[in-house]
Structures are given as structure tokens and as C-alpha cells.
Nanobody
């Protein structure tokens, strides 16, 4: 079992930056593909970014490409999401997810473990 806890969300103005963290416990993070998803009010949870076990591969949703950067520190069992140039449409609950298999990594069904989410609100 892997337990995931997100932090770092908050209320910011458009154009600001935030850094989200996802701390893992229970298992060594280096064994897992990690991802960030988000869910806006009234919408389905959507893929944001995925990072491979070593961090050598990353894939971003088009909507965040060039503004968001994912990274991981396996020694600290933590994954980060640096979000720059935030827009009101980035407002959502952001979830960290983990899987031990590189399969359907841009889809919710590809992940076994989920955090509880952290709220990000961007005002215009």
C-alpha cells in the first residue's frame, strides 16, 4: 500500500505561481510512476502530467504544457508540481496518483493509489 498526501494548494491571483507537493509513505516511491490529475467543479477528473519512476520521462496535458513542471525526489519520497502563470481555468482540486505499471498513464484507470487532493483556486 502507498499512502499519498498532497499539500501546497491555495488561493492565488492569475499569473501567480504555486508548488504542490505529494508525499508518499508505505512504499519506496522510486518503484512507482507518478501523476497529477485535477478536477474542476462539475467536471470529470482530468490528466495533468505523468512522470516515470526515475523522472526520465514526462508527459503533459496540452493545457498546462510550458507552464507546469513536474519533478520528483525519490530520496524524499516526494513528487512536486510547479505551476507558473496560473489561469482561472486551472482552478480545481489537484490529486496525486501512483501506479507500479506504465499502462493507461493518462487515464484515471491507470492508477492504483490516490491522495485526498489539494484545492487550487485562481482568481481573475
Amino acid at each position: 500500500q502507498v499512502q499519498l498526501v498532497e499539500s501546497g494548494g491555495g488561493l492565488v491571483q492569475a499569473g501567480a505561481s504555486l508548488r504542490l507537493s505529494c508525499a508518499a509513505s508505505g512504499r519506496t516511491l522510486s518503484n512507482y510512476v507518478m501523476a497529477w490529475f485535477r478536477q474542476a467543479p462539475g467536471k470529470e477528473r482530468e490528466f495533468v502530467v505523468v512522470i516515470s519512476e526515475t523522472g526520465s520521462a514526462t508527459y503533459y496535458a496540452d493545457s498546462v504544457k510550458g507552464r507546469f513542471t513536474v519533478s520528483r525526489d525519490n530520496a524524499k519520497n516526494t513528487v512536486y508540481l510547479q505551476m507558473n502563470s496560473l489561469k482561472p481555468e486551472d482552478t480545481a482540486v489537484y490529486y496525486c496518483a501512483a501506479t507500479d505499471t506504465w499502462y493507461a498513464v493518462r487515464e484515471n484507470r491507470g492508477y492504483n493509489y490516490w491522495g485526498q487532493g489539494t484545492q487550487v483556486t485562481v482568481s481573475s
